[in-house]
């Protein structure tokens, strides 16, 4: 199983048979191989430091007598391996004479060596050895690793060395043997050279492993991603918590961090002791104090579902979940917090019920099912907890009470309606936090409303189909009205519709007369300099403004079919169309673009008669669209920007109510012709 590691990256690895972090309380006597447990002293001028690259870290002074450093004795079976992996972070504080040394000073042992012009080395015997590898910027940290197996032929393959997780080139000198012997002792020491100028190096994280890792392992170590080998499973003490390796990190199997303590009992049990539960065929630990069942038989993942706008002082349902395949073992299942019960069923629609409601503790399994309920507030949008807890899973769910406060908007107002028609308003949702209100309509119009579900935004399949009968919805439900609109043109109609407390006067208005003229005055093809259907535009706008007609105006011309044409831009009225003086010109839109008009536009923006067959620039056919469509030189002036005697642009003639009124030929750019105005 291994034992508790106590440095930066978590446990021992597999394979990893010595761990020095170096993280002892600074100024400490003695540091420990977090593996074997063994404790070498730490004097010489060696000390633990803070200024470690994980915490803490071990200096390593260079103006000592050599290799003075910590002594560990280790087991004969570290003697003539054929793959091991060293490992260590380093750094010194300028170069000088500087040189240390981690492992056996005669066999198997990294250096690096400052007055070799900042170099490292692995030594495989006195005689043997790979180096040269550079260090040019030795004042920072660095993770030196060199990974040997004997297995493998040519000394490039026998033995790798890696600096900061790259895999470097080094000069080798021998033959790399097959074997590397350790021997019983190693080393954490320094050999300083003659004339030491008195600078130290700081080492940390020294790992030996009994075999050779692999360059994707040595990257991700120096990447702080390989903290342990997947499978792996060791107690914490520090955590009291036993943890597994996911390949990536360690992963506690148990509340973290545990109880701690002198032992369990019943069974009695020491801390990390493991058992086999057989009564709930669940593997557990002591913590402590407590025997902690095993998190890798699963755990459950997620919880219930939260409510909200639930109605006050009513006991409210969760969803049914199931325990998942995944999960290997019994689970005990506890509840507490409002009023909370739940029950275990063996099927998702609790037709078979186990456990009947209750709040006492009890045992699921996986394949079982499980379904809670809780009390909720008195209060008005407050939110009650029940805490649910399965195996080493809690989940908080919350139930809120609705918003019994009114809605404060219903419906938008509707204008240019047609006469004596029965208009829809849009589709409103009830905010999903209200509570439940009765909805009421009256008032002119015949108004009815229709309630759909909350999945239903369309009201494809209303719950409460179109009715004006008093009803209750819900927060959440869609509503949607209808009425009809007044006989008269420019007539309001306003039925009132009730939510709970809140009444909506919607208003529904007529369309209204729009009023036509002819521009009293004219305009080249370029309509003198204001240029498209948007200076015709602006020229209706002016001459509407002079003779104090209200409202919008648009010209009737065109340039491109969808885009500027009046078909387009233009409102459809349902109201007549009519001159200034009110005679009626075309009963619709509809009218006016059937090809006859009901009467000819002959009026200017004053009421002024215009001749008959004077020249109107349009472009527009009979059904509002653009007569040729696009930029063209002999039909539209080209866009309406050419005032030369080349180009020729299509006019009507006034007092026409066939087609000629607005279709009828060309004419030069140059010539000056006038416009119609309609109100939008």
């Not at 079976?77 to 260590?88: C, E, F, G, I, R």
Request: charged fraction near 10%; charge should be negative.
């Amino acid at each position: 199983m291994g034992g508790a590691a106590s440095g930066g990256l978590g446990t021992a690895p597999s394979g990893m048979i010595h761990y020095w972090p170096f993280n002892e309380a600074a100024g400490s006597s003695s540091t420990t191989d977090q593996i074997s447990g063994v404790s070498a002293t730490v004097a010489n001028g060696f000390s633990i430091t803070t200024s470690g690259y994980y915490g803490n870290g071990l200096n390593v002074p260079t103006n000592t007598p050599s290799h003075p450093g910590p002594l560990f004795l280790l087991d004969d079976l570290y003697d003539s391996m054929s793959a091991m992996t060293l490992s260590l972070w380093f750094k010194a504080s300028n170069s000088g004479n500087t040189q240390f040394f981690v492992g056996n000073y005669v066999n198997g042992h990294a250096a690096w060596n400052g007055t070799l012009t900042n170099k490292l080395y692995f030594v495989v015997t006195g005689s043997i050895y790979a180096g040269n590898v550079l260090i040019p910027d030795f004042t920072n940290w660095h993770m030196l690793t060199a990974v040997f197996d004997g297995t493998q032929t040519g000394n490039s393959n026998r033995l790798k060395l890696y600096l900061d997780g790259t895999l470097q080139s080094p000069t080798y000198t021998g033959t790399i043997p097959t074997t590397v012997t350790f021997k019983t002792t190693f080393y954490i020491g320094a050999d300083p050279g003659p004339g030491d100028s008195g600078d130290s190096v700081t080492l940390d994280e020294i790992r030996l492993y009994k075999r050779a890792l692999s360059a994707a392992e040595v990257s991700n170590m120096y990447n702080d991603l390989l903290v342990c080998i997947a499978g792996d499973m060791v107690y914490n003490s520090a955590s009291h918590v036993y943890q597994y390796c996911n390949g990536l990190q360690w992963v506690a199997m148990g509340p973290v961090p545990g109880a701690g303590g002198s032992g369990c009992s019943s069974p009695t049990g020491s801390e990390g002791s493991m058992i086999f539960n057989s009564a709930s065929s669940v593997e557990q630990y002591c913590d402590g104090t407590n025997w902690i069942a095993l998190w890798n038989c699963g755990e459950m993942t997620q919880g219930f579902t939260n409510l909200v706008g639930q109605a006050l002082n009513s006991v409210v349902q969760s969803g049914i979940i199931a325990v998942p395949s995944s999960i290997k073992c019994n689970k005990t299942v506890s509840i507490s917090g409002a009023s909370g019960e739940f029950q275990i069923c063996s099927d998702n629609a609790c037709s078979t019920v186990l456990q009947t409601w209750g709040s006492s503790n009890q045992t699921i399994s996986s394949g079982q099912f499980i379904q809670a309920e809780q009390t909720t507030s008195g209060s008005s949008n407050t939110q009650t907890t029940a805490t649910i807890t399965i195996g080493g899973y809690t989940d908080n769910w919350t139930a809120t009470t609705c918003d019994s406060t009114d809605i404060s908007s219903l419906f938008i107002n509707l204008t240019q309606q047609n006469a004596s028609t029965q208009v829809t308003s849009s589709i409103v949702q009830i905010p999903s936090t209200k509570c439940s209100f009765t909805v009421s309509v009256s008032g002119s119009g015949s108004p009815q409303y229709q309630i759909c579900a909350s999945s239903d935004p369309t009201c494809t399949a209303p719950l409460v189909t179109w009715t004006s009968s008093n009803n209750t919805i819900a927060g959440g439900q869609y509503i949607e009205a209808r009425m009809t609109t007044s006989a008269s043109w420019n007539t309001a109609v306003v039925p009132a519709i009730t939510v709970g407390g809140y009444t909506d006067n919607w208003s529904v208005t007529t369309d209204y007369n729009k009023t036509v003229f002819i521009t009293s005055t004219t305009y080249d093809g370029g309509f003198n300099g204001s240029n498209g259907t948007a200076g015709a535009d602006a020229a209706c706008a002016a001459r509407a403004s002079a003779a104090s007609l209200s409202g919008t105006f648009l010209s009737w011309t065109a340039v491109t079919t969808g885009t500027d044409d009046p078909a387009t831009r233009f409102f459809h009225s349902f109201a007549p169309y009519k001159d200034v003086s009110g005679t009626t010109i075309a009963t619709s839109w509809s009218n006016l673009t059937s090809g006859t008009l009901t009467a000819a536009i002959s009026k200017n923006e004053s009421g002024v008669a215009v001749g008959a067959n004077t020249h109107v620039y349009t472009n527009v056919s009979t059904a509002g669209q653009a007569r040729t469509s696009g930029n063209n030189a002999t039909r539209n002036c080209a866009s309406w920007t050419n005032n030369t005697n080349g180009d020729q642009g299509r006019y009507g003639l006034t007092g026409q109510t066939g087609t000629s009124w607005t279709d009828s030929t060309e004419e030069n750019c140059n010539t000056t012709d006038r416009l119609y105005c309609f109100q939008q």
